[in-house]
């Protein structure tokens, strides 16, 4: 027996008025979902618990089996596992976002912030403005000061840590969750250290709002990545192995350092796979063939996280976000299917959201999301989709990180 498990970021929504009321999972072409829900079981569940903030570090280790009511110390220290960084006794992680603000004369506080992911900056470009930054004179005065030191990642997700860091009441917003709001009482509060580190993004704003990088990105009509953004601040994270608790092996395919941090943790292995960007154009093709191949060489099973719809969501792109969910199943689920079935292995399939992204926010929500349980050897004829609405007429679990695994794992 195999077991799958198949992500689609944030691809689960609420009714669109430009989609007559539909949600983007009832628009898409999804004719392989269908096929799927109509044999197997619809149900839906809570990912993210009450009191959190809804997103993927919480709705992944649910999905994952780990409670974060017990477990949770912040999203930036899973994403620092991804890359081998340990947290000494009183450091804190945050998530160093690079991001847009408007550009204009108006004060720094009085500035929107447009875009989460600076544009979309690709990595080798992310990678070089957070190193000049860092390297400026005057900011990195006022970051020694600080603490803080930087780790680049190839992507716009960079990871700063702060040596003697006091995250006692402090309050840091996601920012892909205020998109076209202004900063002012978006920043970081709560303490002096949020005090501190408000401060060195305005400064970070000076440094690279007329960086060549963003002068060029500008008059190619890009977004400038001119600021960065700290956030999801924690301590360090110690998961129990996920081998010694359900007695499987696994391997963790994705693009986003979050699910290789977090896959790290639990002792899972990790595959990287070329061209994976986490974005609409990712390499679908080259995510199945990984899967596939950790479960032909011995895994119990394996997870395939698909970022694409929930950042399509962040970006204010509803027809990319219905184009990934048909990508998703199309050219990753099809081929899975197709392969598993002819495979002659019996399998057990899951494909759910980890959170629902809205489209009339462009934010993340802690409702219940669809998931679908497929099993090769059973046809219950539910004569259901894969939607939203259907998933409401099954099974309802309002503990995730106590029921997705454990319902993969039944027999």
């Known amino acids: 027996m195999k077991y799958i498990v198949v992500i689609?970021?944030?691809?689960a929504d609420n009714p669109v008025p430009e989609l007559e009321g539909k949600t983007p999972l009832?628009?898409?072409?999804?004719?392989?979902?269908?096929?799927?829900?109509?044999?197997g079981e619809m149900g839906s569940v809570k990912t993210c618990p009450e009191g959190f903030p809804p997103?993927?570090?919480?709705?992944?280790?649910?999905?994952?089996g780990v409670d974060p009511r017990v477990n949770y110390t912040g999203r930036s220290p899973l994403e620092a596992a991804a890359t081998g960084i340990q947290l000494a006794e009183g450091e804190a992680s945050y998530r160093c976002n690079m991001v847009t603000y408007e550009d204009g004369d108006m004060p720094f506080e009085e500035k929107k912030i447009l875009s989460h992911s600076g544009g979309s900056i690709e990595a080798e470009e992310s990678i070089e403005l957070v190193k000049d930054l860092f390297a400026n004179p005057t900011f990195k005065e006022q970051a020694d000061k600080a603490g803080v030191r930087v780790y680049p990642a190839p992507s716009f997700r960079h990871i700063a840590v702060q040596k003697d860091a006091d995250l006692e009441g402090i309050v840091m917003l996601a920012p892909h969750d205020h998109l076209g709001e202004v900063i002012k009482d978006l920043l970081p509060t709560g303490n002096d250290?949020?005090?501190?580190?408000?401060?060195?993004?305005?400064?970070?704003?000076?440094?690279?709002?007329?960086?060549?990088?963003?002068?060029?990105?500008?008059?190619?009509?890009?977004?400038?990545?001119?600021?960065?953004?700290?956030?999801?601040?924690?301590?360090?994270?110690?998961?129990?192995?996920?081998?010694?608790?359900?007695?499987?092996?696994?391997?963790?395919?994705?693009?986003?350092?979050?699910?290789?941090?977090?896959?790290?943790?639990?002792?899972?292995?990790?595959?990287?796979?070329e061209g994976a960007t986490g974005e609409l154009d990712t390499n679908y093709e080259g995510k199945v063939e990984a899967a596939l191949n950790a479960l032909?060489?011995?895994?119990?099973?394996?997870?395939?996280?698909?970022?694409?719809?929930?950042?399509?969501?962040h970006n204010g792109d509803l027809e990319g976000k219905i184009q990934s969910i048909e990508w998703l199943d199309s050219r990753v689920l099809k081929p899975v299917?197709?392969?598993?079935?002819?495979?002659?292995e019996d399998y057990r399939l899951i494909v759910l959201a980890d959170h629902k992204t809205l489209t009339s926010t462009r934010g993340h929500d802690g409702e219940p999301v669809p998931y679908l349980l497929y099993d090769s050897r059973k046809n219950t004829e539910s004569k259901l989709s894969y939607s939203?609405?259907?998933?409401?007429?099954?099974?309802?679990?309002?503990?995730?990180?106590?029921?997705?695994?454990?319902?993969?794992?039944?027999?």
Request: net charge negative.
């Open 8 to 11: 689609g970021d944030g691809m």
């Open 26 to 39: 009832q628009h898409a072409n999804i004719p392989v979902l269908d096929a799927l829900a109509k044999k």
């Open 55 to 64: 997103g993927s570090d919480i709705g992944i280790l649910a999905i994952c």
């Open 193 to 273: 250290n949020a005090t501190v580190l408000g401060s060195l993004m305005k400064t970070a704003n000076e440094v690279l709002d007329q960086h060549p990088i963003n002068q060029k990105r500008r008059e190619e009509g890009k977004l400038p990545a001119n600021g960065v953004w700290f956030w999801a601040e924690g301590s360090a994270i110690i998961l129990n192995s996920f081998e010694e608790t359900y007695k499987k092996t696994g391997t963790m395919i994705s693009a986003v350092p979050l699910c290789h941090g977090i896959a790290n943790l639990l002792g899972l292995s990790v595959t990287i796979v």
């Open 296 to 313: 032909k060489g011995g895994d119990d099973f394996t997870i395939i996280h698909i970022e694409a719809p929930d950042e399509c969501t």
């Open 337 to 344: 299917v197709e392969q598993m079935d002819a495979s002659g």
């Open 388 to 411: 939203e609405e259907d998933g409401a007429k099954g099974p309802y679990y309002d503990d995730g990180a106590n029921t997705i695994i454990r319902l993969l794992f039944e027999q």
